[in-house]
């Protein structure tokens, strides 16, 4: 079980910004590096079939200026996978991003879709990446992850921030029978999409769970409270929730 809990954090919507603009301002690197310095165990980034956000540039600045190691998310495509092979990053998290690939929650649906995604894990693995899948909390999804030969899944708790009252406490019950079973079938668990301050302690303090991905909350934070304010923030509600469960 890990102790310490590793925060990645999502940069891509710097880029949103930057590209709202179609200048240089403000630089996703720079925010990476800021991300380095407020706490941040790694460093996430999406480069969309779209280019809506991050560019192809944008991950080769990633890899030659951060120290942090990188998490790449990518569509299971031919394009992806050479991109990654190239750029090398320590993580590859696949990702749907076609209607088809994904499950009634958005994960990607690792089970109806194994014949095609098999060739994207073997190869990315064979290339010395670490390949993680982004699936709902299903006992089916994480079965299929594990027979795709996947070292580590990442899940969507997207469903989870957004529901409230009890619907909220059944997704946190979900999402927490998944990270126990993941973990049991020998799978590295990791968590993320739409945590916020208010929805990252009960996650955080699962002991199962090796790393959080949090991207959209900390970039719109920063506009209040700066962008290492806003990652040294999730940082400490990460480690007291973590604290906190050990305790007990
Ligand atoms: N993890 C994965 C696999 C994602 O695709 C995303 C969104 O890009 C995140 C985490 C971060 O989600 P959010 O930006 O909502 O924090």
């Known amino acids: ?12 919507h710097v880029a949103t910004i930057r590209n709202a603009r179609g200048g240089a301002h403000p630089d996703p690197v720079r925010a990476a590096k800021l991300a380095a310095k407020a706490g941040a165990d790694g460093i996430t980034a999406h480069l969309r079939e779209d280019r809506r956000h991050i560019s192809d540039n944008d991950i ?6 951060i120290d942090l190691p ?3 998310e990518m569509a299971a495509t031919d394009e ?19 209607r088809e690939e994904r499950t009634t929650e958005g994960g990607l649906d690792a089970a109806g879709g194994h014949n095609h995604l098999k060739r994207y894990v073997a190869e990315l693995g064979a290339a010395g990446i670490r390949v993680s899948l982004f699936i709902e909390a299903s006992k089916a999804q994480l079965d299929a992850a594990r027979h795709l030969g996947a070292p580590v899944v990442e899940i969507h708790t997207g469903a989870y921030c957004e529901a409230t009252g009890a619907a909220q406490a059944r997704e946190l019950d979900r999402i927490r ?14 968590a993320g999409h739409g945590l916020g301050f208010d929805t990252v302690s009960p996650i955080a303090a699962m ?17 209040f409270t700066g962008l290492e304010n806003s990652i040294a923030e999730m940082r400490r509600l990460m480690d007291e929730a973590r604290q906190e469960s050990g305790d007990q």
């Open 1 to 12: 079980m890990s102790a310490k809990l590793r925060l990645g954090v999502n940069i891509d």
């Open 207 to 223: 002991p199962e769970i090796a790393e959080l991905n949090i991207g959209h909350f900390l970039i719109g934070e920063a506009v």
């Open 80 to 98: 992806m996978l050479a991109i990654a092979i190239a750029a090398k990053p320590n993580a590859a998290c696949i990702v749907p991003e076609k």
């Open 70 to 72: 990188l998490n790449f």
């Open 60 to 65: 080769k600045r990633l890899r030659a200026e």
């Open 177 to 190: 029978d998944a990270v126990r079973y993941g973990a049991g079938i020998g799978l590295e668990v990791h």
